[in-house]
């Protein structure tokens, strides 16, 4: 077990209402971590606790296995070999050399994934916008246009332009900033939400409208950009049947754009009809 020195005080996340307590040993990585996550600090304990090594300060808890496994995930990356337990709530990670701040972001970006699938939602490569009130979630891997419409956001409020957390909620789903982002991207402004009114996959193009999106190349686009818990074939039937119920939950579509803000006009016309009661819908 990755045990705490006493002079050591734990960085707590809060990121769509999942804890991580994060206790690093490298002191110029702690101070970095907690510039980068700061406006998801918590006051609350967490769920999972995770520890950072120092380089050449083994942890006893990695051991020889790689890949996936029941409750356990064993990441050996270039940077360094981590291990994951969410049942547990112990993660642990052991950089090779001196420890990097992007380092420790992308095993904590696992560590919530993992954590966000075990309370009934998933990590998604996706931007979310806030708009009056409604959160806009576009789904695609990098070069998609995820960046370009987080931009375009104008005076609304981006939950993130890469990585969003969404769980299901009493009505509907919500949409859940992160705070991983590259600094070249979107920031993130904080830990915010809003409930999900629309999914949207990506095309660029000369034209813009938003067309019709079967559930099934939906749902295909929403597996293919569940990160990490879309490889454990343990959590496959599970992932496969959330995105499903997602689907079925809020209304999808493809939606062409051009790198304007005209894309804007298209999702509000939708929205405004979806929205209007059959009543007072024009003849």
């Known amino acids: 077990m990755c045990v705490a020195e006493p002079a050591l005080t734990p960085c707590t996340l809060a990121i769509a209402g999942l804890c991580v307590e994060l206790i690093v040993e490298d002191s110029a990585l702690d101070q970095a971590i907690r510039e980068r996550y700061v406006a998801f600090g918590a006051m609350r304990p967490a769920q999972t606790r995770a520890c950072v090594r120092a380089a050449g300060r083994p942890c006893l808890t990695i051991e020889a296995e790689v890949g996936v496994g029941r409750g356990r995930l064993t990441l050996p990356v270039p940077s360094g070999r981590g291990v994951i337990e969410v049942a547990a709530g112990r993660a642990v990670f052991e950089p090779h050399g ?3 701040v992007d380092d420790l972001d992308y095993f904590v970006r696992v560590v919530v994934a993992l954590l966000a699938f075990d309370s ?23 070069g998609s246009g995820k960046t370009t419409v987080a931009r375009l956001a104008g005076d609304h409020r981006v939950l993130n332009d890469d990585l969003l957390v969404v769980l299901p909620a009493v009505a ?8 991983f982002s590259n600094p070249t991207q979107v920031l993130p402004v904080g830990a915010i939400e809003a409930p999900i009114e629309g999914l949207y996959t990506l095309t660029q193009d000369h034209d813009v409208y938003l067309a ?3 559930a099934s190349q939906a749902l295909a686009a929403l597996v293919a950009n569940a990160p990490v818990v879309n490889a454990d074939p343990y ?3 599970a992932l496969v049947a959330r995105l499903s119920a997602l689907v079925g939950a809020v209304p999808v579509g493809n939606l062409h754009f051009r790198p304007d803000p005209s894309f804007w006009d298209v999702i509000d016309a939708t929205s405004a009809r979806a929205t209007t009661p059959p009543s007072a819908a024009p003849a």
């Open 212 to 214: 019709p999106l079967p």
């Open 120 to 142: 009934g939602g998933v990590l998604l490569h996706a931007a979310g916008v806030v708009r009056r009130g409604g959160a806009h979630v576009f789904v695609g891997r990098s």
């Open 98 to 100: 001196r420890p990097e």
């Open 172 to 179: 509907g789903w919500v949409a859940h900033a992160t705070p």
């Open 235 to 237: 959590r496959a039937p």
